[in-house]
């Protein structure tokens, strides 16, 4: 007898606004349960016989390496290719792409400039979807963030993060994760380059919880804090702003003389790649005080523990 029962719908992180706070500990859990039994040299193979493909418009190093690595160290495997020779750029339709891509593999993860792109996909693969990053979202690295500083300051309810830069995709999938997990959150910048209206509204009723503060004042801002976070001044795509974009921020690099008036237990992230001498310091990057490499290691085990909740 066949089951007539109707499939149960992927789940999918396209952003974190769907996403409770249970999920999200669920997810950072388990990354430290995996990353505790990788440094005993444990591997386990969870996702044996899994398949992700990868399908990016955008240049990559800890995305993609990140995804790679984390489904080969759990005992599945994964393809990569570009949204063109996908067929998404035009020479197939996309239902058609992303339904056949839904039927051969188990997950799939974008990283494009068109967050409609990827909600598109989601919409008719019947696999999960993962957000790798888009021009208006960066779920993976938030993630990623949260277990950075869980590490770091032993909690999330409560940490006092600030973020020196403009509301971009890391920001706005900070401040989502944030207001989920009880992490107070300041961004800081020029005028003009904070969260755009539409986002601010929408913030408020997806995490009407939410403790943020927006200013524009750098020395007050890092004044209480536990976390500085910077990212670059012009993200890939803004290149044409880049002149005037450095010009705006130019009183916001993150210098040793601003984490030395925070708080001495404060710790410096940035998501990476960092423009040395632009946005931060040399000295900040290689200082006592710099968790990168370990914000950046963080990125694959917390690709472990969502490929896990996902599909193993």
């Known amino acids: 007898m066949t089951s007539s029962a109707t499939p149960k719908p992927p789940r999918h ?3 974190l606004d769907d996403w ?10 388990l990354a430290r349960d995996l990353k505790r039994k990788a440094k005993f040299g444990e591997r386990p193979p969870l996702l044996a016989g899994k398949m992700l493909a990868q399908v990016y418009d955008k240049p990559s190093l800890r995305t993609r390496v990140s995804f ?4 080969a160290r759990l005992g599945g495997s994964s393809t990569f290719m570009t949204s063109k020779e996908a067929g998404l750029l035009g020479r197939e339709s996309l239902p058609d792409v992303a339904a056949v891509l839904g039927r051969m593999v188990d997950a799939i993860v974008i990283r494009t400039f068109s967050q409609q792109l990827i909600e598109d996909v989601a919409a008719y693969a019947a696999c999960p979807v993962i957000n ?3 021009d208006e979202r960066h779920p993976c690295q938030a993630l990623a963030d949260l277990l950075t500083i869980r590490e770091a ?4 309810d409560g940490v006092r993060l600030v973020f020196v830069g403009d509301g971009n995709n890391v920001a706005r999938s900070l401040a989502v994760a944030s207001g989920k997990v009880g992490v107070a959150m300041t961004l800081c910048a020029p005028d003009g380059f904070s969260f755009d209206d539409t986002f601010a509204k929408g913030l408020k009723k997806t995490v009407p919880q939410l403790n943020i503060t927006l200013t524009k004042d750098l020395k007050a801002a890092i004044k209480n804090a536990d976390i500085i976070y910077t990212d670059v001044w012009a993200s890939m795509g803004q290149e044409s702003e880049s002149s005037a974009r450095k010009q705006a921020f130019a009183a916001y690099q993150i210098t040793e003389q601003i984490m030395a008036a925070a708080p001495q237990s404060c710790r410096f992230l940035h998501c990476l790649p ?4 632009d946005e931060v310091t040399d000295g900040v990057m290689d200082g006592p005080q ?7 290691e963080n990125r694959m085990h917390l690709a472990k523990g969502l490929l896990v909740t996902l599909i193993g």
């Open 290 to 296: 710099s968790l990168v490499y370990e914000q950046a």
């Open 13 to 15: 992180l396209l952003t």
């Open 68 to 71: 790679e690595a984390a489904m």
């Open 274 to 277: 960092a423009h040395r001498g």
């Open 132 to 134: 790798g990053l888009s």
């Open 20 to 29: 409770t706070a249970d999920e999200i500990e669920q997810v950072l859990a």
């Open 153 to 156: 300051c032993g909690t999330l």
